[in-house]
T-cell receptor, first 113, second 115 residues
Framework: AQSVTQPDIHITVSEGASLELRCNYS??????LFWYVQSPGQGLQLLLK??????LVQGIKGFEAEFKRSQSSFNLRKPSVHWSDAAEYFC???????????FGTGTRLTIIP | KAGVTQTPRYLIKTRGQQVTLSCSPI?????VSWYQQTPGQGLQFLFE???????NKGNFPGRFSGRQFSNSRSEMNVSTLELGDSALYLC??????????????FGPGTRLTVL
């Protein structure tokens, strides 16, 4: 069975600082990996995904993530956060040809001035 | 292009009642998935429909059901509501790309409160 672990429940960073959110997955084959962001009271917005090919993927809002098969990780990074990045971030894994996503428990990001 | 639409946005019901939630996917998308989001259990997959057929189902009791219409709009129904059914119900519209690639686009959700 597939699973996703986001070890950090809550992270606080200063505006302008760099950010890395951790995601580890468990899946028997090559996974599809996703990062979503959710603002309070809203649905999920897709930031980026890894499907195949280049292991460093670029997304919207200046985010990037790197797929590391040897570490079963797909960490999300941003070089300089903005106050508007405060939200909850979810990592998800999906199997090939099957749109049933398994989500991590999320990481809440707080930005301080 | 309009996004995923979910109605109603908020709903209050009492235990034992039933409820129907609606989802209109992005135009041209034929696959619709439903997820339940709660503080305790997080985001959990309910079911997925494609061309009016249920393709995948999560581990939820039979009180949770869904259907999809010929125009791809989908509804989910919860019968005999329990307090634990209080949640944000999210609908996702999926676009399938080449070689198995796909993306899910989520609606704003329906916030169901069971009293």
């Amino acid at each position: 069975a597939q699973s996703v672990t986001q070890p950090d429940i809550h992270i606080t960073v200063s505006e302008g600082a760099s950010l890395e959110l951790r995601c580890n997955y468990s899946y028997g084959a090559t996974p599809y990996l996703f990062w979503y962001v959710q603002s309070p009271g809203q649905g999920l917005q897709l930031l980026l995904k890894y499907f195949s090919g280049d292991t460093l993927v670029q997304g919207i809002k200046g985010f990037e993530a790197e797929f590391k098969r040897s570490q079963s990780s797909f960490n999300l990074r941003k070089p300089s956060v903005h106050w508007s990045d405060a939200a909850e971030y979810f990592c998800a894994v999906g199997p090939f040809g099957n749109e049933k996503l398994t989500f991590g428990t999320g990481t809440r990001l707080t930005i301080i001035p | 292009k309009a996004g995923v639409t979910q109605t109603p946005r908020y709903l209050i019901k009492t235990r034992g009642q039933q409820v129907t939630l609606s989802c209109s996917p992005i135009s041209g998308h034929r696959s619709v998935s439903w997820y339940q989001q709660t503080p305790g259990q997080g985001l959990q997959f309910l079911f997925e429909y494609f061309s009016e057929t249920q393709r995948n189902k999560g581990n939820f009791p039979g009180r949770f059901s869904g259907r999809q219409f010929s125009n791809s709009r989908s509804e989910m129904n919860v019968s005999t509501l329990e307090l634990g059914d209080s949640a944000l119900y999210l609908c996702a519209s999926t676009v399938s790309r080449l070689a198995g690639d796909y993306e899910q686009f989520f609606g704003p959700g329906t916030r169901l409160t069971v009293l």
